[in-house]
């Protein structure tokens, strides 16, 4: 079977009919043909065989375009129906295991690892931008005139019911969304043209509301084993004063175009003293960008330090539950890393790992602690077709300092 000309006319084909057919070639063990597109194995085959266009963990070669976007990185690990991707590490067992993480009887401390929503939060230009303006609705009470002068709702001065009930909702205008701030990034965000994870299609997805497939219904809550690399305390530890800058507030941050590099990775493990990530876990970079929200709004959107496609594939094959940063994209922008390529850390995780991207998650208070493990718990928003949730998400932990 040439694989290359099944996947050809499978893209001429109805969505349906295309991604059964795709699981079907897995299935005949075309092996050598899929590993020549950049997949290797069976619908069936376990994440860790599963590799795509030769690549290691050591290259930045950018995967074949035209392939990925033809089908060859579907099926996705997991097998052809499935649309949880790298949640499908997280167990009863690794939750038990990451609540093990906790000492009995030793105090417990809550930590939020989200940033502060506030109107104006600047985000990544769209038309229609995206927007937090958040309003507040009023029933049952009339208030003050500033409050109109901001734009708020009242719907009724008058309170309901013999038992005069009022109440408070929030509102948000067009261009509302959960892409912003503090977010996890699920699986149908981020595609190659028409493709997305595990060989669902725009065409075969996209409806008014959302996707009919890949949305944050099938997230669900989660609880795992969390890990900090704190490349920014490494560099700052070590004196590397032309990676970081101070920013207005005195806080380091890693400079705008800092490219994290594997070495970084092992490096600020071995520093903290702790185990790499394991299947399930949940991997947090601390780069100190997020200090520019409020600071620079215009120099946090117009770039990042972060990683690119060799970090992303060494973090992938350890099969974590999610990969994130306090940055807006978790990738370098720098062009002379990206070569003009547009997020494609996104689309190789999302799309080959079935790996969601967490973004803005503030890790300060923990290594403040000198925690770089923990309890990871976050519960999406429960939003049928939903493409991120900005739910922030929390940390239990027992600090050591």
Do not use: C
Request: charged share 20%.
């Amino acid at each position: 079977m040439n694989i290359e000309h099944l996947l050809g006319h499978l893209q001429r084909r109805e969505p349906a009919n295309r991604r059964a057919a795709l699981g079907m070639a897995a299935k005949a063990g075309a092996a050598g043909a899929l590993a020549s597109l950049g997949m290797s194995g069976t619908a069936a085959a376990t994440p860790e065989a599963r590799q795509v266009s030769g690549h290691g963990p050591d290259d930045d070669e950018m995967f074949d375009v035209d392939a990925v976007e033809n089908g060859a990185w579907a099926p996705g690990p997991y097998g052809p129906d499935d649309q949880r991707g790298s949640f499908n590490e997280i167990t009863p067992a690794t939750t038990a295991a990451a609540l093990g993480l906790l000492t009995p009887g030793r105090p417990v401390r809550t930590y939020n690892l989200g940033d502060l929503m506030f109107n104006g939060y600047p985000a990544y230009v769209t038309a229609p931008p995206r927007v937090y303006e958040q309003r507040l609705t009023v029933l049952g009470y009339q208030p003050p005139p500033e409050f109109f002068a901001e734009q708020g709702i009242l719907q009724s001065p008058a309170p309901l019911g013999p038992n005069r009930i009022s109440a408070h909702e929030e509102r948000f205008p067009a261009g509302g969304t959960y892409q912003i701030a503090t977010q996890l990034d699920n699986l149908a965000h981020v595609g190659v043209g028409e493709m997305f994870y595990n060989g669902f299609t725009g065409p075969e997805i996209a409806a008014g509301h959302g996707t009919t497939k890949l949305g944050n219904e099938h997230m669900g809550p989660i609880v795992t084993r969390g890990v900090v690399i704190d490349v920014l305390g490494l560099k700052v530890a070590r004196g590397a004063s032309d990676a970081y800058f101070l920013a207005d507030n005195g806080e380091p941050v890693l400079n705008d175009g800092y490219r994290i590099t594997v070495a970084d990775i092992e490096a600020a493990l071995r520093r903290q003293r702790v185990d790499g990530p394991a299947p399930g876990d949940v991997v947090l970079f601390r780069t100190g960008w997020h200090h520019l929200v409020r600071l620079d709004p215009d120099r946090y959107l117009a770039g990042e330090p972060g990683i690119y496609l060799r970090e992303a594939r060494y973090l992938a094959r350890k099969r974590p539950a999610l990969i994130g940063s306090d940055t807006w994209a978790l990738e370098s922008l720098n062009p002379d890393v990206t070569q003009d390529n547009m997020f494609p850390v996104h689309q190789e995780l999302f799309m080959r790992f079935g790996i969601r991207i967490g973004e803005g998650i503030i890790t300060d208070t923990l290594v403040d602690d000198d925690v770089y493990e923990f309890v990871y718990l976050f519960t999406p928003q429960f939003a049928e077709g939903a493409t991120a949730a900005n739910s922030a998400p929390a940390a239990l932990a027992q600090p050591r300092r």
